[in-house]
């Protein structure tokens, strides 16, 4: 519990400190540092695999919403039936980049960069269209330097896990009770105990 609180307190002194650099650099990251700050200690606090893939995975959602972007507007009808087809085409994407790895580019962290892109860029896209290259490029940028702030100051306290095997079958890895690992560590317990 302690280290959660540290890692919040870091991410908001982080965030704070970011809007006001951005501002006295006229870099107008106001409207995403929160936004990508957290996303960047999302991906930091969750315990599940390695800080790398966490990121990998994130940068791989976020590429597939930008698909649907460049989708909407070099071939979608800007309808709902075209937004529609493109949010199929990027849900089915991150599925698919998920289980093309075998599950070793967790679901979630797809779905985080994939819903870091739209929240951060959905409104700046639908008010012009035409400008996606320049828009997304601006949005892009402010939105993985306010990302990185908040990964690394979550990072400083992020909460410890033993680390995972990720090589293990899906079916071990997602029940610790079937690799066999627990069950000898369950025996030699209980063979202590009975001594």
């Known amino acids: 519990m302690r280290r959660n609180l540290l890692a919040g307190l870091c991410l908001a002194v982080a965030a704070g400190l970011l809007v006001l650099v951005g501002a006295a650099l ?27 893939v966490r ?24 309808t709902s039936t075209g937004r529609a087809v493109a949010v199929v085409v990027v ?25 870091a892109l739209v929240g951060a860029y959905e409104y700046t896209y639908a008010a012009a269209p035409p400008e996606l290259m320049t828009t997304a490029l ?4 402010t939105l993985f330097l306010s990302l990185a702030v908040g990964f690394f100051a979550a990072s400083i306290a992020a909460p410890v896990v033993a680390r ?10 997602d029940n610790p009770n079937t690799d066999g690992h627990s069950d000898r560590l369950r025996l030699n317990d209980m ?4 001594k």
């Open 55 to 78: 990121l990998g995975g994130f940068a791989a959602g976020f590429l597939a919403a930008l698909i649907g972007y460049l989708l909407r507007a070099a071939v979608l009808p800007d």
């Open 26 to 52: 006229d870099l107008d990251l106001e409207s995403v540092a929160l936004f990508g700050g957290a996303a960047g200690a999302v991906v930091a606090l969750v315990p599940d695999r390695t800080p790398l």
């Open 191 to 194: 063979m202590e105990t009975s």
């Open 164 to 173: 995972r095997d990720d090589s293990a079958p899906a079916e071990a890895r």
């Open 138 to 141: 601006e949005t892009t940028t």
């Open 91 to 115: 849900l089915l994407l991150c599925v698919g980049i998920s289980a093309g790895t075998a599950g070793r580019l967790p679901l979630w962290t797809l779905l985080l960069g994939t819903v």
